[in-house]
């Protein structure tokens, strides 16, 4: 490789020929459109002659280097002797990595004027540049890492990034080939589409341009004609899809000007139990961090999602799941769900059945191995694997005495893995920091999805009842669904509903338990909010008892600023330190940051509880627990740690009232003595406050 040097005095002159790779400086490139005879070439260049508008282009990248403090650079035109066929063959051979290993690519686009990019002449221009239609042109969009454009004039236009929508609209390349996924993803088929609407000088070279491409190399013979150099890049295709031991499938099918019979690549399968749901809003931010850790920096295969249930993991995966099969041809996406043994086992076997590996007849039991040595195998193109609901840690690590879901799972560098989980020590055992951690929605979000999910999109048009009903609901997507299919199913209005969850707790969990139906969920799962987290509940007591008397204790405070010091005390700080894990872990609670109490030495940390996992909780502990006892309980506690009205108490005393008086306005029968001292000091309290009102 030869490049372009800045010399000290700011002149311009030709480096010896790089032999190797790592001898090879850091360099910009450039891009653009030849115009016949008004090109500057390696002679002219060595002789100090040639077209001035050819000195234009060199001179213009040369500045842009030096503006990104780059000394070298490359240009087409005078860096490689056409005159020695050898280097020519080795150039085009080379000139996708060369694009690749580049610092900088910068576009020059001779026929795009200097103009804002909003307006309609220059969106116009640049849809109608000439550099959009040239053969060679397609691997300099693709290659490198960093592509810039510029008009005629030298002014900046915006990267490659920032217009990947408005490229994607002038070539149909997917908007993830443009941002870096890897090109294996897209199939034969697709990436010779790309280049159905370009053309070269040389017929020849419609073949040649697309070498890098593919990724294959050949010898150039210039006379042979476009069909036969595509019959020749055919072949090298197939062989370098056979020492991969890939399967080519016969699929004929005319390409343009009939130059050769289509390719086969791997054929993709998919099995996917969902339909897209044409419901999803929002959630750019997670979305593109997937796309981006997953499929363009891929510096990871395998993510977790984790997060309360009902925040729409499920959906999350679901609708990356279809923007991969959308854009990425070539890809597999498989969804197995970790409910249980049974479900995973059942899916292995659909898919075992879908790819016709194995033999007939095979047992779901020899499914799973089957799935797990095929898709870790050289055979398997490239595939994307969703496990979703890996909630419970026995089923997916195993115990002693069974093997769990990780050890079916496959492993190979053609393969991504997206897992979708309620905890966070299952998150982070499977796949350590590369973790997305799902919330509720963003308001903007939310107001979004419950237009897009009622009938009647007047009910939204009432922006304060709308925003309540938001914020009674935490804008949890599922919540959000649930009110929306009540408001549909009984035609009224949201300050209706409001009234209904505001007016008694028995209405509140009356409609938060009422299922529905959602075909993006799983079929025997349950829908109402109340119960997507009995599971949860359950295992929580299964796994940590404490955690679970914690948890029962809060659901009977507020369930905001529960200060550390106002739960019940347990036998070691490492104890209770596990436990506050445990339920964070879950997304029940979260810690709020360390806070300061006159009165107590040091700072403390406070927790809120998810507001519906507070109402849930309490539902869980009438229907499955002792209701009474746990009350009974909580307020013998509080009547014990409530501290007098000395002064000094103060800022401890404002802490815990909320506290306190939620437990006294319970309508559970309880320990006449421990009331009675808490409604004590309670109406001390507020007294000394100046609460008189409430104290009486």
């Not at 969804?335 to 659909?350: I, K, N, R, T």
Request: hydrophobic share 40%; glycine share 6%; net charge negative.
């Amino acid at each position: 490789m030869r490049l372009l040097e800045i010399r000290q005095d700011g002149t311009l002159g030709l480096t010896g020929n790089f032999m190797k790779d790592e001898e090879v400086p850091a360099y910009a490139i450039l891009s653009h459109t030849w115009v016949a005879g008004k090109e500057v070439t390696f002679d002219e260049f060595i002789a100090d002659e040639g077209h001035e508008a050819g000195y234009n282009k060199i001179r213009f990248c040369a500045r842009q280097a030096e503006r990104d403090g780059l000394r070298y650079f490359w240009v087409d035109t005078c860096c490689i002797n056409k005159a020695d066929t050898v280097e020519l063959q080795h150039a085009i051979n080379s000139m996708f990595r060369w694009y690749q290993k580049a610092a900088r690519c910068y576009v020059f686009l001779s026929d795009v004027p200097t103009a804002d990019l909003e307006t309609p002449t220059l969106k116009q221009a640049l849809r109608n540049s000439r550099w959009f239609t040239r053969g060679w042109t397609l691997q300099e969009l693709l290659a490198p890492q960093v592509v810039s454009f510029f008009s005629k004039d030298g002014k900046h236009l915006g990267t490659r990034h920032e217009l990947r929508q408005e490229i994607h609209e002038i070539t149909s390349i997917p908007v993830a080939a443009l941002t870096g996924a890897s090109l294996d993803n897209f199939s034969i088929e697709e990436r010779l589409s790309w280049s159905e609407r370009r053309s070269t000088t040389r017929e020849e070279d419609m073949a040649y341009c697309l070498l890098g491409i593919f990724g294959v190399f050949t010898y150039l013979n210039y006379g042979e004609g476009q069909n036969n150099a595509f019959r020749r890049l055919k072949k090298v295709i197939e062989e370098d899809l056979r020492e991969s031991s890939q399967i080519l499938e016969a699929n004929v099918s005319q390409r343009g000007l009939s130059t050769f019979d289509k390719l086969s690549s791997c054929k993709a399968h998919y099995h996917i139990p969902f339909p897209k749901n044409q419901y999803f809003v929002g959630r750019k931010e997670e979305l593109d961090l997937l796309n981006q850790k997953l499929l363009v920096d891929r510096n990871c295969q395998k993510m977790s999602i984790v997060g309360l249930g009902g925040t729409g993991k499920t959906q999350i995966a679901l609708q990356f799941a279809y923007a991969v099969k959308e854009s990425m041809s070539a890809v597999s996406i498989f969804w197995v769900p970790a409910l249980s043994m049974e479900s995973f086992e059942q899916a292995c076997a659909s898919i075992v059945a879908l790819l016709k590996i194995g033999q007939v007849g095979a047992g779901e039991d020899d499914a799973k191995e089957l799935l797990r040595e095929y898709l870790s195998s050289d055979r398997a193109a490239r595939w994307l694997l969703v496990l979703d609901n890996a909630d419970d840690p026995d089923l997916v690590f195993g115990t002693e005495q069974s093997s769990g879901i990780l050890d079916y799972l496959p492993e190979s560098e053609k393969g991504i893995t997206l897992f979708t989980t309620r905890t966070q020590e299952v998150a982070v055992s499977l796949t350590r920091g590369d973790v997305l951690e799902l919330g509720s929605m963003s308001r903007g979000d939310a107001t979004q999805f419950l237009e897009k999910s009622v009938i009647n999109k007047s009910l939204v048009q009432d922006s304060e009842a709308a925003g309540e009903l938001l914020d009674e609901l935490a804008c949890l997507p599922l919540a959000i669904a649930q009110a929306a299919s009540y408001l549909n199913m009984n035609r009224t209005t949201i300050v209706k509903y409001l009234h209904l969850i505001r007016s008694t707790e028995q209405d509140l969990l009356s409609l938060m338990s009422k299922e529905f139906r959602d075909h993006t969920r799983y079929k025997d799962s349950t829908n109402a909010i109340a119960s997507t987290w009995v599971v949860s509940f359950k295992q929580l007591r299964e796994r940590d008892q404490l955690a679970a008397e914690l948890l029962e204790f809060m659901s009977c405070v507020e369930w905001k600023a529960i200060p550390r010091s106002l739960l019940p005390k347990v036998q070691s700080e490492e104890q209770m330190e596990h436990a506050i894990g445990t339920l964070c872990g879950y997304s029940f609670a979260s810690r709020r940051n360390d806070v300061i109490l006159e009165g107590v030495e040091g700072k403390e940390e406070w927790y809120d509880l998810h507001r519906l996992v507070h109402l849930a909780t309490r539902i869980w502990v009438h229907k499955y627990g002792d209701a009474a006892r746990v009350t009974e309980s909580a307020i013998e506690h509080v009547a014990e740690v409530f501290p007098t009205d000395d002064f000094a108490n103060r800022a401890i005393w404002r802490a815990y009232m909320p506290h306190a008086l939620r437990l006294l306005v319970t309508k559970h029968s309880c320990n006449v003595k421990d009331r009675a001292c808490l409604i004590l000091w309670v109406g001390r309290c507020l007294s000394f406050d100046g609460r008189i009102g409430e104290a009486i």
